[in-house]
């Protein structure tokens, strides 16, 4: 089996909600695909844990979820964006990027 | 609104939690079900796809739990869990759980029946408006007008009219005394306790009448319209609830017109049935239904904004000014009258007042109490402890299976709150008993203001208490047991882990700290005991047996002459009957409580005083000659009053010995002469008699002289009858003789002296009784937790000992062993006892009479007192195990 990385705790949640941004509507497997797709298989998420994450993030209200039909014509939940999330995406990027400039900086051969 | 919104979707989601459950079961089926899909695609076989799929997902139960978590919501499902899984297991361990509640509930009924009454007493304000606002001043007279009979004035102290100027200071100022009059009710006649008040006196409270009025400024002067208002309660027993204002009652052979009726539930003070105006200036008219004289007491108001400290003060510079330049004799009176008054304030929270010498009883009450809880806290931990031992391969199994340590430490919490709830409910249930029993000792000022009751607060207190007492004696075990390392327990294999050594440290530091308490309330009790036994063998100077008595007050208009006739017929009634041997009257009953009079005397022969401090003092009392023999009092030298000593003979008088040692020292009293100061005349002694206790058993006796009732006739006398006959019997003959005479004569105090006796201690007798009840609970309590902790580890050790007898050591040598163990303990928590009891007795001072607070007594006696139950709850049990054949131990295993 490939040797992946975990993702860095915290960071999930920011991960679903940038997911979510650019695709309007997902189901939980479509999401996991989503990010692992994108981090080039990179970053392997323990697939469950998407689910409490999601959970959390219905309570904040960062996302909606709906239920609606696979292409497959199976039931499952669609989860969408709300602007409280789009919100707290833009806060949790900029900080990222705060504390990742500061990494490369300290990393980066003098 | 984010937080509204979010607590929204929470109860939401509590509402309908199984169907956001079954859809979080469904997505993340899908998704396993997705995942495997896509892995045939990508060429696994189904078995492999169905496997990795799974794995890949992860732990799909524990993904449910932290989702439920996420809603925060487990620990409620954990709770009830936790409460079910307790109940259950206490329900299997009835003996157990039984013996803890007991304990817990006699630490907290007795606990909160305390907090109840001091929070009567102390912490919550006297139901009043504005309550804090409300002082007594000390020092502050009430102005006398002596009218014609030209009483001479002495110097102008501080009075109410003083204070009332001192507006910025106090808005309000008021007296106050409580005394009784006879209602001359159409039914029955009766006693009733009446407040005589200053008009001010409802306004300075707060409180107003819920129909007519107050008393007005015209009928609280000397010769105002006699004016009376009623209490709600005699309102609606005697009256009916009618509408009465402006009709009249008899009040001691007075008119009185009722102008108002108070509110509900208003009865100060000392319970008033009825208030009547207390005249400013007061005159002999005044206090003349009264015996004369009552002590009145000056309430104010502090103005608002004003603390009490800053009016305090300002009374203070009141006194200074209007007592002028310190006179010749250097230190004046009012200086030390103001050293005094610095030190505990010329202006007291009425409250603290009131309570008066009771708040130091109530606060050692309350501390004995605390301790017997931290007894009973300590008895429950190691019953707790013992208990976990002996689970701790159950929770080291169920760790192995997944259950975390914090839910263990929970689930064995909620185990030991739910034992605490379960003796509060106990304990609350207890809490009226012990509560009836403390009324005794509330004083007797606020019983009526403010009753110790049961209340929501006192509820709220209750149930806080068992909370702390419940983690206080269960946290200890929970942490320890979910700590022990899971793996050596059930690798050791046996039911109880590391045993070798016998009794746990912390088992051993719980019943040393709980012997320790135990010494210091047993020492706590000895002395209190001990001075109550000395003030019940007192000598009393009189016999109380077989006594009956009974008081009555004549109408103030009664002619001298009337009443000697009355009472002379009332007293041969008595004699004719020939089940009472004999009958006397007094004008006070000793220890009767309050009231009697001084007066000062000068011996004949004797140098005169040159100041007040060198006066001389004795007691006041008025008899016929039969009371000696009724009440008991022995002759000891010449005679009692005849029939001959009426008001035309020469002044004779009968002295107690007290007086005889005092005025006439190695000579014979009997004879001698002595006068009152500043009237002319003489007293010839003609008879000693024995010391009787008058004002208090705790009281040295005074000089007392008795004076032939028929000279000096008061309006309050006592009759007085010894018989064999039954109290009951004694008590209605006595009563059915003062009727026959005057059939509308109100009586009271129908009782036996030996009644009166005891009522005269029943404060000190509550408090000791109280005291040594915690103190024997604290030794049974202490003997059971020896009992529990040496059977605890006997039963541990029962493979250990049998291996010792197999190896030749007899039972002997086996209880020595333990015994020795138990035996240090013992004696440790005796010595720190013992130190902390003779540290902290100093505080019981006040509380003693006649015993040092050291006393050689109690401190050898306590210790016998713990060392005979320990050694008894030691060696049963060891006894027990040590007589198991080792053969049958060494089989069992």
């Known amino acids: 089996m490939a040797i992946r990385d975990e993702i860095p705790p915290g960071t999930l949640e920011m991960l679903i909600l940038k997911t979510l941004a650019s695709q309007r509507e997902l189901h939980g497997f479509e999401i996991a695909d989503a990010i692992e797709r994108r981090s080039g298989d990179v970053l392997h998420v323990e697939e469950g844990s998407l689910y409490p994450a999601l959970q959390r993030m219905l309570i904040k209200g960062w996302l909606v979820g709906e239920w609606g039909r696979t292409a497959e014509n199976r039931r499952a939940r669609y989860y969408k964006l709300t602007p409280a999330g789009r919100k707290q995406l833009d806060a949790e990027l900029s900080s990222y990027r705060r504390v990742s400039v500061a990494i490369d900086r300290i990393l980066k051969p003098a | ?893």
């Open chain 2, 1 to 893: 609104m984010r937080w509204l919104d979010e607590l929204l979707r929470r109860i939401w989601y509590l509402i309908r939690r199984d169907r956001f459950a079954a859809e979080l079961d469904e997505e993340m089926r899908l998704h396993v079900e997705l995942r495997e899909a896509r892995l045939r695609q990508q060429g696994h076989d189904p078995t492999a796809a169905r496997y990795v799929a799974r794995r890949r997902f992860g732990n799909k139960s524990s993904l449910q739990e932290r989702s439920r978590d996420a809603w925060g919501l487990n620990w409620i499902d954990n709770g009830v869990a936790d409460l079910r899984f307790a109940i259950r297991r206490l329900r299997n361990r009835p003996g157990f759980a039984i013996a803890t509640i007991l304990v817990a509930a006699l630490g907290i009924g007795a606990t909160t029946a305390v907090f109840s009454a001091i929070d009567a007493a102390m912490l919550r304000g006297l139901p009043f408006p504005r309550s804090s606002e409300l002082v007594t001043l000390t020092d502050v007279s009430v102005p006398f007008d002596p009218g014609a009979q030209g009483f001479p004035s002495g110097r102008h102290f501080t009075d109410i009219s003083d204070v009332a100027a001192m507006r910025e200071v106090f808005s309000s100022v008021a007296a106050f005394a409580a005394g009784g009059l006879n209602l001359t009710d159409p039914i029955r006649p009766r006693r009733v306790r009446v407040g005589v008040v200053t008009a001010g006196f409802f306004a300075t409270l707060g409180v107003r009448a819920q129909l007519g009025r107050v008393f007005n400024d015209a009928e609280a002067h000397p010769g105002g319209a006699s004016s009376v208002i009623l209490s709600d309660a005699t309102w609606r027993r005697t009256f009916g609830g009618r509408d009465v204002v402006g009709s009249s009652i008899d009040l001691s052979g007075t008119r009185y017109t009722i102008v108002g009726v108070m509110g509900p539930g208003f009865d100060f003070p000392n319970e008033s049935e009825l208030w009547i105006p207390l005249t400013v200036p007061t005159t002999f008219a005044t206090f003349a239904p009264f015996r004369g004289f009552l002590p009145s007491r000056v309430i104010a108001r502090v103005a608002p904004g004003m603390s009490v400290a800053a009016a305090s003060a300002r009374l203070l510079d009141t006194w200074r000014r209007l007592a002028g330049p310190p006179d010749h004799s250097g230190r004046s009176n009012l200086e030390e009258m103001i050293d005094e008054a610095r030190a505990t304030g010329a202006a007291v929270p009425l409250q603290r007042n009131l309570v008066g010498q009771n708040e130091r009883a109530l606060v050692i009450l309350m501390g004995a109490t605390a301790l017997l809880l931290l007894i009973a806290c300590a008895n429950v931990a190691n019953l707790l402890l013992s208990d976990a031992a002996s689970r701790r391969r159950e929770v080291a199994l169920r760790e192995v299976l997944g259950a975390t340590r914090g839910r263990i430490a929970r689930q064995l919490l909620a185990e030991s709150v739910l034992l605490a709830f379960a003796g509060a409910a106990f304990g609350i249930a207890l809490a009226p008993a012990v509560l009836h029993v403390l009324r005794a000792m509330m004083p007797a000022d606020l019983a009526g203001v403010a009753p110790a009751k049961l209340d929501l607060r006192v509820l709220i207190f209750a149930t806080g208490l068992a909370l702390v007492t419940g983690l206080a004696f269960g946290l200890w075990p929970a942490v320890g047991t979910a700590r022990a390392d899971a793996g050596e327990t059930i690798k050791s294999g046996g039911s109880g882990g590391a045993t070798a050594s016998g009794l746990g440290m912390t088992r051993r530091v719980l019943i040393t700290v709980e012997l320790a308490l135990t010494v210091m309330l047993l020492v706590a009790s000895g002395l209190m005991l001990r001075s109550l036994d000395r003030v019940l063998s007192q000598p009393l100077g009189m016999d109380p047996e077989h006594v009956g008595t009974l008081e009555m007050s004549f109408r103030p208009e009664s002619k001298r002459a009337e009443k000697i006739a009355k009472l002379h017929a009332i007293l041969a009634r008595l004699e004719g009957d020939p089940g009472i041997h004999s009958a006397g009257i007094v004008n006070d009953i000793p220890l009767r409580g309050g009231g009697g009079i001084s007066l000062s005397i000068e011996v004949d022969g004797a140098p005169k005083p040159k100041s007040v401090d060198e006066m001389q003092f004795a007691r006041n009392l008025n008899t016929s000659g039969g009371y000696f023999d009724a009440m008991g009092i022995p002759l000891l030298r010449g005679r009692t009053f005849t029939a001959s000593d009426d008001s035309l003979a020469p002044q004779v008088a009968v002295i107690n010995m007290a007086m005889a040692k005092r005025f006439w020292p190695g000579t014979d009293a009997i004879g001698r002469t002595f006068g009152f100061a500043g009237s002319p005349g003489s007293v010839t002694v003609v008879g000693i008699v024995a010391d009787v206790r008058e004002r208090s058993l705790e009281r040295d006796v005074q000089p007392q002289m008795y004076f032939p009732i028929d000279r000096n006739t008061p309006d309050n006398v006592a009759i007085v009858a010894r018989s064999g006959l039954p109290p009951g019997t004694l008590l209605a003959r006595l009563t059915d003789a003062v009727h026959s005479v005057d059939r509308s004569q109100a009586v009271y105090n129908v009782r036996m002296m030996e009644d009166v006796i005891s009522t005269s201690v029943t404060p000190r007798r509550t408090n000791t009784t109280l005291i040594a009840i915690f103190g024997a609970l604290a030794l049974l309590l202490s003997a059971f937790g020896v009992y529990a902790v040496v059977s605890f580890s006997v039963t541990r050790r029962t493979r250990e000992f049998g291996i010792r007898a197999a190896l030749g050591a007899s039972g002997r040598n086996i209880a020595v062993l333990v015994g020795g163990e138990m035996m240090w303990i013992v004696g440790l928590g005796l010595a720190l006892g013992l130190a902390g009891a003779w540290a902290l007795s100093r505080v019981m001072t006040s509380l003693l009479y006649g015993v040092g607070i050291h006393d050689a007594a109690t401190f050898v006696a306590v210790p016998l007192a713990l060392i005979v139950p320990a050694a008894v709850a030691t060696l049963v049990p060891t006894w027990r195990a040590v007589r198991v054949d080792p053969t049958e131990i060494m089989r069992a295993e």
